[in-house]
């Protein structure tokens, strides 16, 4: 553990320093007044770098984004999740390393400090569900101590539900708990129980514009790795599926980049909207269901901010497909579709809006002419991939999890040969699929190749997807 540690202390006290002070041990550090403040303020930094891991690696293998260059991997797109993939195990280790600082700190810092204070308390509690979140949603499993067993992502999500009570216990009545009760209800809709996600998610609804988000720090910490690959690299790193472009980029900088990292939203008002819609759908009671959404609309995300962004510099120059529309064109969501406008924008025109909490498409005339379950389930799962776009959460409505890694199989016997193949849906398109499109340059028409969100429900009944239907 005192290797672990001197590593944590790199990153938590001396930051971008990337100096190893060797006079930094357990029984120097443990026990001293203030000792917690530093910690959680290396939990904050450590949640950052996770996320950055997650949003990249996860809206890679998702129909959001496209990989036009080559920094990040070059087969989640299509999508190829191998156990033996060097991005494979830096998410693991992100993830794992949030959980293992999370635990060290209240086992050991925390209850040696007499100046921690319960809100210290409930933020690293905070960390540990949040990193069982992550491995309940993002992988087939993922041991829950080091060299440990690994456990299901049923396990991990009671495990994160356990630590989200006592997080919340030990808070009062402010956005903060708040946040906390709409990440148990966020598990809950993961486990499939729909009773407890939507109890929750209707306390968490009274705050509907709640946002949790984590921070960046371009100067002193760490950058915003999606932001970099979407707007503030020279090359235009990743491109979103057409019919998202309007979309895009939810991260941006304004003047110097190091000095304007936008923050990643982790929580926001708009899931306990979607979570009371989805069980109300598939309970078949439609008309709530199409209610709830068109409340969704009208009270949190028509108040989100929009801002208007100078974004001429696009050109989705990166290279791996030269086909990408540069100017304002129709899209057809597959083969089979009407012509859709205003989805891809013209940047050279002008001003473009960028949303930076949540937009959509969806409109509250579409929800009334939606009169079936599917056609509201469709709707829904639009909904949710625009809501949630760049923010991590496309792949787990996907039915896709990453398998445990080479490194971890190495060296913890626990690891059975289940444990490293990856979840993907056979409903899922191979080949780069879910990015492909065709465009038609004369008649100024993007076709995609798979509107996911029909294939989604088309699966319905898949084990994978849809938790409150299976």
């Not at 456990?151 to 006592?166: F, G, Q, R």
């Not at 002193?220 to 707007?231: A, E, K, P, R």
């Not at 309970?283 to 009208?298: E, M, P, V, W, Y």
């Amino acid at each position: 553990m005192k290797k672990v540690f001197l590593y944590t202390i790199l990153t938590v006290l001396l930051g971008a320093c990337n100096v190893l002070n060797p006079n930094i041990t357990d029984d120097v550090y443990v026990g001293n007044s203030g000792a917690t403040s530093s910690w959680v303020n290396g939990l904050r930094r450590q949640l950052a770098l996770t996320m950055n891991q997650v949003v990249v690696s996860t809206e890679l293998v998702s129909d959001d984004y496209y990989n036009n260059r080559t920094l990040s991997s070059k087969v989640f797109d299509i999508p190829q999740i191998d156990y033996f993939d060097l991005d494979v195990n830096n998410l693991q280790i992100q993830v794992q390393s949030l959980r293992e600082m999370a635990e060290y700190g209240l086992n050991k810092v925390l209850p040696g400090d007499i100046t921690t204070k319960a809100a210290d308390s409930a933020e690293v509690y905070f960390s540990l569900a949040f990193a069982h979140i992550l491995s309940g949603e993002l992988f087939v499993g993922l041991p829950g101590s080091s060299g440990g067993v690994v456990l299901t992502p049923t396990e991990h999500l009671n495990l994160a539900i356990a630590s989200l009570d006592k997080a919340i216990s030990l808070l009062p009545a402010n956005d903060e708990q708040t946040a906390y009760i709409l990440l148990k209800a966020r598990a809950y809709y993961s486990l499939g129980d729909a009773v407890n996600a939507v109890k929750y998610a209707n306390i968490a609804k009274a705050k509907n514009t709640l946002l949790r988000q984590v921070k960046y720090d371009g100067t002193n910490g760490v950058s915003n790795d999606m932001q970099t690959y979407l707007f503030s690299s020279t090359n235009n790193e990743f491109a979103p599926l057409p019919r998202l472009d309007f979309l895009d980029p939810k991260y941006y900088h304004t003047g110097l980049a190091s000095s304007d990292q936008k923050p990643v939203t982790i929580v926001k008002g708009e899931e306990a909207y979607l979570i009371i819609a989805e069980s109300q759908i598939a309970a078949n009671t439609l008309d709530a269901g199409r209610q709830t959404l068109k409340d969704l609309l009208t009270q949190v995300i028509a108040v989100r901010p929009v801002v208007q962004l100078d974004d001429s510099k696009e050109t989705r120059n990166g290279g791996n497909r030269t086909d990408y529309p540069l100017t304002a064109v129709n899209v057809k969501f597959d083969a089979s579709d009407s012509t859709r406008s205003n989805y891809v924008l013209n940047r050279k025109a002008g001003t473009i809006s960028a949303y930076t909490v949540s937009g959509t498409k969806v409109t509250a005339a579409e929800l009334d002419a939606a009169v079936t379950q599917d056609g509201l389930l469709y709707l829904l799962y639009r909904m949710r991939q625009e809501i949630f776009m760049a923010e991590g959460r496309r792949m787990t409505d996907l039915g896709i999890k990453f398998p445990v890694s080479q490194t971890e199989q190495l060296n913890n016997k626990n690891v059975k040969d289940a444990d490293i193949k990856a979840q993907i849906p056979s409903f899922i398109p191979l080949a780069r699929g879910m990015d492909d499109f065709t465009y038609d340059v004369a008649n100024g028409i993007v076709t995609m190749k798979y509107d996911m969100n029909k294939v989604l429900v088309a699966n319905k009944q898949a084990k994978e997807i849809f938790p409150f239907i299976n």
